[in-house]
């Protein structure tokens, strides 16, 4: 079993960047595939992108591609999201999630969660 915690979020103007860090505790990090979803008020969580815990290999959401990236530091237990471009559309709670089987874009497939950061986007 994995503890996830998320820090790093805050309030940001339009086209700022922000990175949330995701520290895991428990065993086998590496062996977990990690990811990033969010929330935002009245609607359903979203997933915003995946991390493979084999080779590191990335997916990313439409919506954040090109703008977002997900990276892991097995030695520090820790996801990251860098967020760049930020956008008023991107306000939402963020949520940290990890996984040893095969997930997908649906929350109901990701076995562990964090108690998730805020994040607003200023226009």
């Known amino acids: 079993q994995v503890q996830l915690v998320e820090s790093g979020g805050g309030l940001v103007q339009a086209g700022g960047s922000l990175r949330l860090s995701c520290a895991a505790s428990?065993?086998?990090?590496?062996?977990?595939?990690m990811g990033w979803f969010r929330q935002a008020p009245g609607k359903a969580r979203e997933f915003v992108a995946r991390i493979s815990r084999s080779d590191s290999s990335t997916v990313y959401a439409d919506s954040v591609k090109g703008r977002f990236t997900i990276s892991r530091d097995n030695a520090k237990n820790t996801v990251y999201l860098q967020m760049n471009s930020l956008k008023p559309e991107d306000t939402a709670i963020y949520y940290c999630t990890g996984d040893l089987g095969v997930v997908d874009v649906h929350t109901s497939s990701w076995d562990y969660w964090g108690q998730g950061t805020q994040v607003t986007v200023s226009s």
């Open positions: 428990g065993r086998a990090f590496s062996s977990y595939t």
